[in-house]
């Protein structure tokens, strides 16, 4: 895949979120779905591993890169990551104009939210993957628990799931 | 120091980008504990920002596209020291951090062989399925403990049938959600 395509998809992406997996939709739908360059077992792993290290969520659109098209698409991917960070660069030239401006915030609410429904759409296929047996659904309920529900890093819990993963199979010889 | 005071002193290039690389790449959680994290340093520890400086960096960076944490480093960076401590600020909160995420990458993607590392790695995709809800549910939490739960239901719901039920693309969504956005007041 020519990378300047790749970086305009994945910036596609980024510039349309405001959080962390809140490109995930947008990703999913454009490499996934529509131009096939991923597997939706790919993009799953590239967000494990984007949420396995430390730094910002958003990193796993190198990890995103990285599966499409090896280290020039990792490359692409940290800067289609980077680039909309500059865009605060003339916000902050006009914030005492318009950053109370009640339309404006309400405008972003909105498309927060909505990112949210998008999220929880992306979800979907994911889960039917993933979640194949009892043990990997609890996981994901536990999981799911303690992310939202504490402030556990989710480092943790990745490093966790794997240790059981590996445990359980070991029991399983 | 007060609140509305300037800032101390001009703090040197390699200092700031010494503290991004710290922040940016030995930090795990995203971006919030990130940003707290460099809060401490740069207005508490060594007062290169001030408070007012420091909240108006946070405010605009939640309403910035993309990574809010990357947004952040730039505003501040760009205060303390200009557009290329800007520039630095995203190479060194970012740049080693994408190195282990490639190297992640290729673990996971290497685990296919190994019955042990294939267990583990399904473990590890489990989890993530439940953090992807969670991230979902900490968008849609302020809202809701704000009162405006009609909204976020209205707008996730939406969302997902226009997502689901009807196929239409994220961007012709958000779309609809900037027009949505514009369009719904709330009761005073």
């Given at each position: 895949m020519k990378l300047v395509?790749?970086?305009?998809?994945?910036?596609?992406?980024?510039?349309?979120?405001?959080?962390?997996?809140?490109?995930?939709?947008?990703?999913?739908?454009?490499?996934?779905?529509?131009?096939r360059i991923l597997t939706e077992r790919q993009l799953h792993t590239a967000v494990a591993a984007g949420r396995s290290?430390?730094?910002?969520?958003?990193?796993?659109?190198?990890?995103?890169?990285?599966?499409?098209?090896?280290?020039?698409?990792a490359i692409a991917g940290w800067l289609a990551m980077v680039t909309p960070a500059f865009l605060i660069?003339?916000?902050?030239?006009?914030a005492s104009q318009y950053a109370e401006d009640p339309r404006l915030k309400r405008v972003?609410?909105?498309?927060?939210?909505?990112?949210?429904?998008?999220?929880?759409?992306a979800t979907i296929p994911f889960a039917r993957e993933a979640l194949e047996h009892w043990w990997t659904a609890s996981l994901a309920l536990i999981s799911f628990l303690l992310t939202a529900g504490t402030r556990i890093d989710s480092a943790w819990v990745i490093l966790a799931s794997a240790f059981l993963g590996a445990i359980s199979a070991l029991l399983m010889r | 120091m007060s609140k509305t005071e300037a800032p101390e002193s001009r703090p040197s290039f390699w200092s700031?980008?010494?503290?991004?690389?710290?922040?940016?790449?030995?930090?795990?959680?995203?971006?919030?504990?990130?940003m707290a994290i460099l809060q401490r340093e740069?207005?508490?520890?060594?007062?290169?920002?001030?408070?007012?400086?420091?909240?108006?960096?946070?405010?605009?960076?939640?309403?910035?596209?993309?990574?809010?944490v990357l947004a952040f480093c730039v505003a501040v960076a760009r205060m303390m020291h200009g557009a290329l401590a800007a520039v630095a600020s995203v190479i060194a909160a970012s740049g080693p951090s994408a190195v282990l995420v490639v190297w992640l990458t290729v673990f996971y993607q290497n685990s296919s062989g190994n019955p042990v590392a294939m267990l583990a790695v399904s473990a590890v995709l489990s989890a993530v399925v439940g953090m992807m809800l969670?991230?979902?549910?900490?968008?849609?939490?302020?809202?809701?403990?704000?009162?405006?739960?009609?909204?976020?239901?209205?707008?996730?719901?939406?969302?997902?049938?226009?997502?689901?039920?009807?196929?239409?693309?994220?961007?012709?969504i958000l779309a609809l959600a900037v027009l949505g956005?514009?369009?719904?007041k709330e009761r005073a």
């Amino acid at each position: 895949m020519k990378l300047v395509l790749l970086y305009f998809l994945l910036l596609k992406a980024t510039i349309t979120s405001f959080s962390g997996l809140g490109s995930l939709p947008m990703i999913h739908s454009d490499l996934v779905i529509k131009h096939r360059i991923l597997t939706e077992r790919q993009l799953h792993t590239a967000v494990a591993a984007g949420r396995s290290g430390p730094g910002p969520i958003g990193l796993y659109v190198v990890a995103v890169g990285y599966a499409a098209a090896g280290v020039p698409g990792a490359i692409a991917g940290w800067l289609a990551m980077v680039t909309p960070a500059f865009l605060i660069l003339p916000l902050l030239r006009y914030a005492s104009q318009y950053a109370e401006d009640p339309r404006l915030k309400r405008v972003i609410q909105a498309v927060v939210l909505s990112s949210a429904g998008l999220l929880l759409s992306a979800t979907i296929p994911f889960a039917r993957e993933a979640l194949e047996h009892w043990w990997t659904a609890s996981l994901a309920l536990i999981s799911f628990l303690l992310t939202a529900g504490t402030r556990i890093d989710s480092a943790w819990v990745i490093l966790a799931s794997a240790f059981l993963g590996a445990i359980s199979a070991l029991l399983m010889r | 120091m007060s609140k509305t005071e300037a800032p101390e002193s001009r703090p040197s290039f390699w200092s700031i980008f010494l503290i991004f690389l710290k922040a940016g790449n030995l930090t795990f959680g995203g971006g919030d504990p990130t940003m707290a994290i460099l809060q401490r340093e740069f207005c508490e520890r060594r007062h290169w920002l001030t408070a007012e400086q420091y909240s108006l960096a946070y405010s605009l960076a939640r309403v910035t596209p993309g990574t809010n944490v990357l947004a952040f480093c730039v505003a501040v960076a760009r205060m303390m020291h200009g557009a290329l401590a800007a520039v630095a600020s995203v190479i060194a909160a970012s740049g080693p951090s994408a190195v282990l995420v490639v190297w992640l990458t290729v673990f996971y993607q290497n685990s296919s062989g190994n019955p042990v590392a294939m267990l583990a790695v399904s473990a590890v995709l489990s989890a993530v399925v439940g953090m992807m809800l969670a991230a979902a549910v900490s968008l849609l939490r302020p809202h809701v403990k704000a009162g405006k739960w009609q909204r976020a239901a209205v707008f996730c719901a939406s969302t997902i049938i226009l997502r689901e039920g009807f196929n239409l693309s994220p961007v012709q969504i958000l779309a609809l959600a900037v027009l949505g956005g514009a369009l719904w007041k709330e009761r005073a």
